[in-house]
């Protein structure tokens, strides 16, 4: 295998004029939240992940992506993990898996990008679900299941009517550009996840911590659900299936997550497509649940 392909599926179109006129008008975390922070001090990990456990009893059993979908993947595994920290913190409020096709298929519609091809931007998907919003798998009917034709067929000729309908009433609350690693622990250190849209490669292959060298160039998108300090590095989701990354696991992480190092996430946030999601029109510090920082099973 080369250092520049990979047998899996990718899809951010990359950080070209489109993405960065529709990130500019979208605020960095430090500016949408001035006053959020997050004092790592005392050097225990952040694990949002483990919201899937308390509030599922057990991780997610994702499909792989089929197409270059990847956006509307690591954006609907954001605002599911989303809801699972909500509901963990005491919303009253049900869990529904976010369908991952719709938001690839309206992140193509205000990027301008239907009709040929795949592929999309992080900033697309953010302001797509600001502004028409998001819907369940159980709104796509008996047969809600992930599609990859379904995601190829909406992101040429674009979502259903009546579903864009139905996301009005379901839309995200805010969202927020994180370019770097004190914007990134502060999102993550009060229960916000954060999306990351970049051209950093891995190897396939954790080591004995659980993290992925960088290795070769992707166009892919991803989620943020952890951080740790003793190593210095960030969990990240990713979107082919349970089974990759291959290799010895750390910090009760997810069977599809690994570990980056903090060099490496900051050249991912540096390049302007990651995003913190709020259920709320406002990011506000919030206490997470104190076995969300050990090394124990949910």
Same mark, same amino acid.
């Given at each position: 295998?080369?250092?520049?392909?990979?047998?899996?599926?990718?899809?951010?179109?990359?950080?070209?004029?489109?993405?960065?006129?529709?990130?500019?008008?979208?605020?960095?975390?430090?500016?949408?939240?001035?006053?959020?922070?997050?004092?790592?001090?005392?050097?225990?990990?952040?694990?949002?992940?483990?919201?899937? /456990?308390? $509030?599922?009893?057990?991780?997610?059993?994702?499909?792989?992506?089929?197409?270059?979908?990847?956006? =509307?993947?690591?954006?609907?595994?954001?605002?599911?993990?989303?809801?699972?920290?909500?509901?963990?913190?005491?919303?009253?409020?049900? *869990?529904?898996?976010? @369908?991952?096709?719709?938001? *690839?298929?309206?992140?193509?519609?205000?990027? =301008?990008?239907?009709?040929?091809?795949?592929? @999309? *931007?992080?900033? +697309?998907?953010?302001?797509?679900?600001?502004? $028409? =919003?998001?819907?369940?798998?159980?709104?796509?009917?008996?047969?809600?299941?992930?599609?990859?034709? /379904?995601?190829?067929?909406?992101?040429?000729?674009? +979502?259903?009517?009546?579903?864009?309908?139905?996301?009005?009433?379901?839309?995200?609350?805010?969202?927020?550009?994180?370019?770097?690693?004190?914007?990134?622990? +502060?999102?993550?250190?009060? =229960?916000?996840? $954060?999306?990351?849209?970049?051209?950093?490669?891995?190897?396939?292959?954790?080591?004995?911590?659980?993290?992925?060298?960088?290795?070769?160039?992707?166009?892919?998108?991803?989620?943020?659900?952890?951080?740790?300090?003793?190593?210095?590095?960030?969990?990240?989701?990713?979107?082919?299936?349970?089974?990759?990354?291959?290799?010895?696991?750390?910090?009760?992480?997810?069977?599809?997550?690994?570990?980056?190092?903090?060099?490496?996430?900051?050249?991912?946030?540096?390049?302007?497509?990651?995003?913190?999601?709020?259920?709320?029109?406002?990011?506000?510090?919030?206490?997470?649940?104190?076995?969300?920082?050990?090394?124990?099973? +949910?």
């Amino acid at each position: 295998m080369s250092e520049t392909t990979n047998p899996l599926a990718f899809g951010w179109l990359g950080a070209d004029e489109v993405q960065q006129g529709l990130a500019r008008r979208r605020p960095s975390l430090a500016m949408a939240a001035p006053d959020l922070s997050s004092d790592a001090s005392d050097g225990k990990p952040i694990l949002l992940y483990k919201a899937f /456990r308390d $509030v599922l009893g057990e991780y997610p059993n994702y499909p792989a992506q089929e197409i270059g979908d990847c956006v =509307g993947f690591g954006h609907a595994h954001g605002v599911d993990m989303l809801q699972c920290v909500e509901i963990a913190l005491g919303a009253p409020a049900e *869990y529904r898996e976010t @369908s991952t096709e719709f938001i *690839y298929a309206v992140s193509r519609e205000v990027g =301008g990008l239907l009709g040929g091809g795949d592929g @999309s *931007y992080g900033s +697309a998907a953010v302001t797509a679900m600001t502004t $028409v =919003g998001v819907v369940s798998r159980e709104a796509l009917g008996a047969d809600g299941s992930y599609s990859g034709r /379904r995601a190829k067929d909406w992101g040429r000729r674009g +979502a259903p009517a009546e579903l864009k309908t139905l996301a009005a009433s379901y839309k995200l609350g805010s969202t927020a550009r994180v370019t770097s690693w004190a914007e990134l622990s +502060a999102a993550v250190a009060n =229960g916000y996840p $954060v999306t990351i849209c970049s051209n950093q490669g891995f190897t396939l292959e954790r080591d004995g911590d659980g993290f992925c060298r960088a290795k070769g160039s992707w166009g892919h998108c991803m989620l943020i659900g952890g951080l740790r300090f003793d190593r210095p590095g960030a969990c990240i989701l990713q979107s082919w299936g349970p089974s990759q990354p291959a290799g010895p696991t750390a910090l009760d992480q997810p069977s599809f997550s690994f570990w980056a190092d903090r060099p490496v996430v900051e050249r991912i946030l540096a390049q302007g497509d990651s995003w913190a999601l709020a259920k709320a029109p406002v990011f506000v510090p919030r206490e997470l649940p104190k076995h969300w920082s050990y090394n124990q099973a +949910a």
